[in-house]
């Protein structure tokens, strides 16, 4: 079935960094890729939803300047978060959905804790 | 424009009793329903999905849900809870797969009482 690898699984960084969060499809084309936020026992957020080679198209309220989105190819997209700050600390989960994925639609990534200090 | 509502954010059972989680939408155009499972520190897996056809889904291991157009509802339901059900459950819509993003509810965490 369709995988998508999510990489880092956790990361601590200190305020004022940037950190980086990958998203590669294994076995398909990600002709889309969603962005989300989950701040502890909530729901997902959409933060931005990305086409390849495209900008990507934030939600309202999502600094586009601060969490950076490049989908520059059908199989990563990244998610750099830039200047740190620990408000920024959460659980980020990326999902994609393209040819290969099939009826389940959807794909999600195990997701990334990031800890700011 | 759609969004979902999630009765009860947390919900207790006990061992080999029913499960129910709710799950009720709005939609302006025909949706597309969605259960995922979501154990601590991981992402999204799906349970089951309502496209068209048979109102009735099954999914993994052991849920499934009816679509039911008149109550505007979605609810979850396994016969026998399992300690294994232990997990945050997120009900989502979409207007149509393909590039929309999902609505999710705001979660359900299920509790398995020995």
């Known amino acids: 079935g369709a995988v998508v690898s999510q990489h880092p699984s956790w990361v601590i960084c200190k305020s004022g960094t940037s950190v980086k969060i990958e998203c590669r499809s294994l076995?398909?084309?990600?002709?889309?890729m969603f962005w989300y936020r989950q701040f502890p026992k909530q729901s997902l957020m959409l933060m931005a939803t990305?086409?390849?080679?495209?900008?990507?198209?934030?939600e309202q309220g999502v600094e586009k300047d601060k969490f950076l989105i490049n989908h520059a190819s059908l199989t990563l997209s990244t998610l750099t978060v830039t200047s740190a700050h620990p408000e920024d600390s959460s659980f980020y989960i990326c999902?994609?959905?393209?040819?290969?994925?099939?009826?389940?639609?959807?794909?999600f990534g195990s997701g990334t804790r990031l800890t700011v200090v | 424009a759609q969004s979902v509502t999630q009765l009860g954010s947390h919900v207790s059972v006990s061992e080999g009793a029913l499960v129910l989680l709710r799950c009720n939408y709005s939609?302006?155009?025909?949706?597309?329903l969605f259960w995922y499972v979501q154990y601590p520190n991981q992402g999204l897996q799906l349970l089951l999905k309502y496209t068209t056809g048979a109102t009735l889904v099954k999914g993994i291991n052991g849920f499934e849900a009816e679509f039911k157009k008149s109550e505007t509802s979605f609810h979850l339901t396994k016969p026998s809870a399992h300690m294994s059900d232990a997990a945050e459950y997120f009900c989502a819509v979409t207007p149509l797969v393909g590039n929309e993003k999902l609505t999710f509810g705001t979660g359900t965490r299920l509790t398995i009482i020995p």
């Open positions: 076995d398909f084309q990600a002709t889309t």
């Open positions: 939609s302006s155009v025909p949706p597309y």
């Open positions: 999902s994609a959905i393209g040819q290969g994925t099939g009826m389940n639609g959807y794909t």
């Open positions: 990305s086409n390849e080679g495209s900008k990507a198209t934030y």
